[in-house]
Nanobody
Framework: QVQLVESGGGLVQAGGSLRLSCAAS????????MGWFRQAPGKEREFVAA???????YDADSVKGRFTISRDNAKNTVTLQMNSLKPEDTAVYYC???????????????????WGQGTQVTVSS
């Protein structure tokens, strides 16, 4: 079992930056692939970025070059650095953990067994 708590969300103007953190407890993040998803009102949850247990990163096309995912195994945290934010980035952002030897794509929510409660990100125009 692993518990995930996101932080760092808030209100920012377009073009600004935010840094989301996901703190894990119960198990070390080094044992999991970690991902970030987001869900805007009336829309399905969508993939944002992921980092495998071995450090390979994956990004959605919509955030490529603007968002960066990283992990700190010593602090048991995963971070999503978001730059050049756009109003369309507004959503609730969720952190998720995928078992090390699970199957399926990191791009799909079904890959992940554990989810945080989410943190709201609002980008004003």
């Amino acid at each position: 079992q692993v518990q995930l708590v996101e932080s760092g969300g808030g209100l920012v103007q377009a073009g600004g930056s935010l840094r989301l953190s996901c703190a894990a407890s119960g198990r070390t993040v080094s044992s999991y692939g970690m991902g970030w998803f987001r869900q805007a009102p009336g829309k399905e949850r969508e993939f944002v970025a992921a980092i495998s247990w071995s450090g390979v990163t994956y990004d959605a096309d919509s955030v490529k070059g603007r968002f960066t995912i990283s992990r700190d195994n010593a602090k048991n945290t995963v971070t999503l650095q978001m730059n050049s934010l756009k109003p369309e980035d507004t959503a609730v952002y969720y952190c998720a953990a995928a078992p090390k030897y699970g199957s399926g794509s990191y791009y799909l929510p079904q890959r992940y067994d554990y989810w945080g409660q989410g943190t709201q990100v609002t980008v004003s125009s």
